[in-house]
């Protein structure tokens, strides 16, 4: 696991994070305990290196906005809330007929057909785990180095090849060598992403 990393990555950037108009505080990082009763409370996993992040220091957008989530002091409807806005993202551009994902077959001509055939096919897709703001990590697979996707509804930008590229471009630090050059194809968010297999 890469701690170090982290842990260096954080007191490389604590600083100019603490000093921004929208404040970040660095709180004790969470426990083993505090994880598993997260991943079982909200049905999810944490990505191997999002976790070692989280272990390190927990960053902390102040008064539960759009920064980074407090995975240990925010209501849990709220945390659900943020895991759940991706997929809703997605659902509000098919009702509003800008978006249907060619491999779902022929789009109904029905809204309530359309929106029930889309939220069952988005069941099986990979979970999405926030990290700041609209920035989101895949759970699939389960292991280090997914990419870091920026989603706002359809809207989709790589914002990193894996969790350390995000964060070296988004606050200006110093990837490690061995950061992804390139993205890992994650199915459905990829797509989106690249813009393939869209209508």
Excluded: C
Aim: no cysteine.
């Amino acid at each position: 696991m890469n701690a170090v990393y982290y842990a260096n990555a954080i007191a490389e950037l604590g600083p100019d994070l603490t000093r921004r108009k929208r404040p970040v505080e660095f709180r004790p990082g969470l426990t083993g305990e505090e994880v598993a009763r997260l991943e079982q409370e909200l049905g999810i996993r944490f990505p191997p290196d999002l976790r070692a992040l989280l272990s390190v220091a927990l960053p902390v957008s102040p008064n539960f906005g759009p920064g980074f989530p407090d995975w240990r002091s925010a209501p849990a409807w709220y945390l659900r809330d943020r895991l759940e806005d991706p997929i809703e993202g997605v659902l509000f551009d098919v009702e509003s007929g800008s978006f249907w994902y060619e491999p779902w077959g022929v789009r109904p001509a029905g809204m309530a057909e359309a929106l029930s055939k889309a939220r069952a096919a988005l069941a099986g897709v990979p979970r999405l785990i926030p990290i700041r703001g609209h920035a989101y990590i895949p759970v699939e697979p389960l292991e280090e180095g997914n990419p870091v996707f920026s989603i706002v509804q359809t809207d989709i930008i790589l914002a990193g090849n894996d969790l350390p590229g995000y964060l070296a471009s988004r606050f200006h630090g110093n990837p490690p060598s061995w950061a992804r050059s390139t993205a890992k194809w994650i199915p459905f968010w990829s797509d989106i992403e690249s813009g393939s297999s869209t209508e």
